[in-house]
């Protein structure tokens, strides 16, 4: 099916939408999520998280790429679930704990100096992006993006670890410069 | 700033560039094949160069302004040689191929040189032009992986105007 007859299902709450997505995104959704997960049952929550979240958000949105808009909420989703399961495994934190119960509660509104900020700094990585060589931003992408192993990525360019590893040295320096000239650091 | 902000901004990176960083994988080669190559093109230096040399003598080249004789840089965004002239990705990507658009050929990733043979370029890919716009072709991923990845994108390049 075509991603625009999927998000026409959205739009007209047809629950077969999320079965649609599933058929032609799961695996691309469970291999992002499982990259930043290691744990397949976690990776398959987040999936399931994933898809509520669309049917939330389709509508208003109306991705023009169905792709990347479900692969950025399930890497969203999915670093969310990292982090509150990083924070039950340190034990006894329930500060964090509550804090991240708590942040429920606030997340759904907008702090507009915070999300300008936000903004801005998405502009800055847009803009450093846009001016990485081909092959940096890739090796840059997969690392950040996809938080793939720099085994795997060695493994799908034939370069050797430490050539990504002085690779991904190079391109944080570069991004540090920018944010230092922008005054984030 | 703290990491975890620079991780979500990262996040939000434009999707053109997210689908190209899953779609690309460059080809493994192994370092006996590498040699085994270096070889056979020392084997065909050797026994071609009197050849070249004689014939450099006895014929001009022709029309020299034409080639492109120049490394192939593989950080380059995607781009390739067509009819003396080179077509480059610029950014656009778009999920259907446009009306009118039919494939022409496919791109030989040569590596080293650009050596000015129609589709020669940096990239394993299909091309697709439309007859009526010589300007614009559209570039599909030859590896790119429809259950895994979703629907192949096409890259929209533009020939250049030099």
Redesign the interface.
């Known amino acids: 099916m075509e991603?625009q007859q999927i998000v026409d299902l959205y739009w007209a709450r047809e629950e077969t939408a999320i079965h649609e997505t599933e058929a032609?995104?799961g695996?691309?959704c469970h291999?992002i999520a499982y990259a930043i997960l290691q744990d397949k049952q976690d990776a398959e929550e987040s999936v399931n998280d994933t898809y509520l979240d669309v049917w939330n958000t389709i509508p208003p949105n109306r991705p023009?790429?169905?792709?990347?808009f479900l692969?950025?909420i399930t890497?969203?989703v999915s670093?969310d679930r990292w982090?509150i399961r990083s924070a039950k495994k340190r034990g006894g934190d329930e500060i964090t704990l509550a804090l991240d119960e708590l942040e429920q509660c606030v997340s759904g509104g907008h702090d507009v100096e915070l999300q300008a900020q936000?903004d801005e700094?998405?502009a800055?990585?847009?803009r450093f992006?846009?001016h990485l060589?081909?092959?940096?931003?890739?090796?840059f992408?997969?690392r950040?993006?996809?938080l793939e192993p720099i085994q795997s990525i060695a493994?799908?360019?034939?370069?050797t670890q430490s050539k990504v590893t002085s690779m991904l040295h190079r391109v944080r320096g570069k991004l540090r410069k920018q944010?230092e000239k922008e005054g984030?650091? | 700033m703290k990491s975890h902000e620079l991780l979500d901004a990262i996040g939000e990176a434009q999707d053109m560039y997210v689908l190209d960083a899953k779609a690309s994988k460059k080809k493994h080669t192994s370092v006996w094949a590498k040699w085994v190559a270096v070889a056979a093109c020392l084997c065909l230096i050797v026994t071609l160069f009197p050849i070249m040399q004689s014939m450099m003598w006895t014929e001009q080249p022709h029309n020299p302004t034409e080639t492109l004789d120049k490394p192939i840089d593989m950080n380059a965004p995607v781009h390739f040689y067509l009819d003396g002239k080179v077509y480059c990705y610029h950014g656009e990507i778009t999920k259907a191929l446009p009306e009118g658009y039919e494939y022409i050929g496919e791109i030989k990733n040569v590596g080293d040189t650009f050596g000015g043979k129609d589709f020669e370029g940096n990239a394993d890919g299909k091309i697709y032009m439309n007859g009526a716009v010589a300007d614009i072709a559209y570039f599909s991923w030859a590896e790119w992986n429809e259950t895994a990845d979703g629907p192949a994108p096409f890259l929209m390049l533009e020939r250049s105007t030099e």
């Open positions: 991603d032609k995104y695996s691309y291999s023009s790429i169905l792709a990347t692969g950025k890497r969203r670093i982090r936000h700094l998405i800055t990585i847009h992006l846009d060589p081909l092959t940096e931003r890739r090796i992408l997969l950040y993006w996809y493994s799908q360019y034939g370069f944010l984030y650091v």
